[in-house]
């Protein structure tokens, strides 16, 4: 494999196997480098500004149309969404933009069923705080959880093992609940604008390592990753409409364009995606890798999904798949986030009953 994708396969590997037996001190920085990127860092965060907004409240029922037009209507499937600002939806003004609302909406649309989002993702959040996250979730039953996680504590300067290790304990307690889990893998920091070099190299170097550190945590745990980092990435760098006001968290294109990456795991984690019906593209090279090294091709990859392939021994293997993306159901313009939806199946209107879904 290139060189740089072997280097990211054996760190991450290193980082997982520290997260796994609790191992700690695994640095990824020279010493001599930390006063310089430290400096950096607080001229990025100026040059960042803060958003003076917070994440509208997405929380309800989306897709009720289909449970009108069934003869034999279904409880809805429950979504939760945790994470960080990414996760919440910081960054839009309108509930329908952020991407939980976008994914409820897009899978309501697939499964022609309704669907209840919980999303108590937070702005500021960190890995540390998924295990909090989950106590406000668990109860509401999910059939399927998506996590987007990682951002801050590569910016906070969390240990990366411990960051590891905190996802990968959620997203056992998620599957020991019977919750299906789509992980959004840390995204590609160096292509923050206000960033300069060297920070910037660095930043797209360690969000790599725990993108792919994070996918092999993730896959041993009995989920599956979609890669963001390339997605946030060039098509990012390249168009910053992608991007709020802060030229730091995405905007509601961006978020679209996230969400669409991320849609057809969800649906094909709940069996709602039929091969034969929407293929999947070959990744270049082998589809089917171990662990670590799926792991490090995918943290390149946009969109690209990771996932276990069941198999006898004590070998862990993992398949990457590029999956066909679908459009999303697009927000209804002049509805406020407690507004029922009464339109068009799989619209982005959330019900009365909206929660926890503030930063």
Same mark, same amino acid.
């Given at each position: 494999?290139?060189? =740089? ?25 020279? #010493?001599?480098? $930390? ?14 500004? $803060? ?13 009720? &149309? ?8 279904? %409880? ?15 960054? /839009? !003004? ?13 899978? %309501?649309? #697939? %499964?022609?069923?309704? /669907?209840?989002? /919980? ?8 890995? &540390? ?16 959880? #998506? ?31 019977? *919750? ?5 893998? *840390? ?5 923050? +604008?206000? $960033? ?6 660095? =930043?797209? @170097?360690?969000?790599?390592?725990? &993108?792919?550190?994070?996918?092999? =945590? ?26 709020? &006001? ?20 969800? *649906? ?24 670590? $090294?799926?792991?490090?091709? !995918?943290?390149? @990859? ?11 021994? !004590? ?7 590029? @999956? ?10 002049? +509805?406020? !986030? ?22």
């Amino acid at each position: 494999m290139p060189g =740089a994708q072997h280097s990211r396969a054996r760190v991450a590997r290193r980082i997982a196997t520290a997260a796994a037996y609790g191992g700690g001190g695994l640095g990824l920085l020279g #010493v001599g480098l $930390v006063g310089l990127l430290l400096t950096e860092s607080k001229l990025a965060i100026q040059a960042i500004g $803060v958003l003076e907004t917070h994440p509208p409240r997405a929380d309800g029922v989306y897709g009720e &149309a289909f449970a009108d037009r069934s003869a034999a209507p279904q %409880a809805p499937l429950v979504l939760a969404v945790l994470g960080d600002s990414t996760g919440a939806g910081l960054g /839009v !003004a309108r509930s329908g933009e952020t991407p939980g609302a976008l994914l409820a909406a897009g899978l %309501a649309s #697939v %499964a022609e069923r309704p /669907v209840r989002l /919980v999303n108590v993702a937070r702005s500021g959040g960190r890995s &540390a705080d998924l295990s909090g996250q989950l106590e406000q979730a668990l109860p509401h039953h999910p059939d399927v959880a #998506v996590i987007m996680i990682g951002a801050n504590d590569v910016t906070r300067h969390s240990p990366a093992q411990l960051a590891v290790r905190q996802l990968g304990e959620a997203v056992a307690a998620l599957r020991a609940n019977g *919750c299906e889990v789509v992980v959004g893998t *840390c995204p590609d920091l160096g292509t923050i +604008k206000p $960033v300069r070099p060297p920070l910037r190299w660095v =930043a797209r @170097r360690l969000s790599r390592q725990l &993108a792919a550190a994070q996918t092999i =945590a993730v896959v041993e745990a009995g989920g599956r990753t979609v890669s963001l980092g390339s997605l946030l990435g060039p098509e990012f760098a390249a168009r910053p409409e992608m991007f709020a &006001a802060d030229r730091y968290h995405p905007s509601a294109q961006g978020y679209a364009t996230a969400a669409m990456a991320v849609l057809p795991s969800v *649906c094909a984690v709940l069996g709602l995606w039929p091969e034969e019906e929407r293929p999947t593209t070959a990744v270049p090279g082998a589809a089917v890798l171990p662990v670590a $090294v799926a792991a490090a091709a !995918a943290a390149g @990859r946009e969109g690209t999904e990771v996932a276990a392939v069941p198999t006898e021994g !004590a070998g862990r293997w993992a398949q990457l798949r590029h @999956r066909l993306r679908i459009g999303l159901p697009g927000p209804e313009s002049g +509805k406020e !986030a407690g507004a029922r939806p009464g339109g068009a199946p799989g619209n982005t209107s959330a019900s009365s009953h909206a929660g926890a879904g503030d930063a």
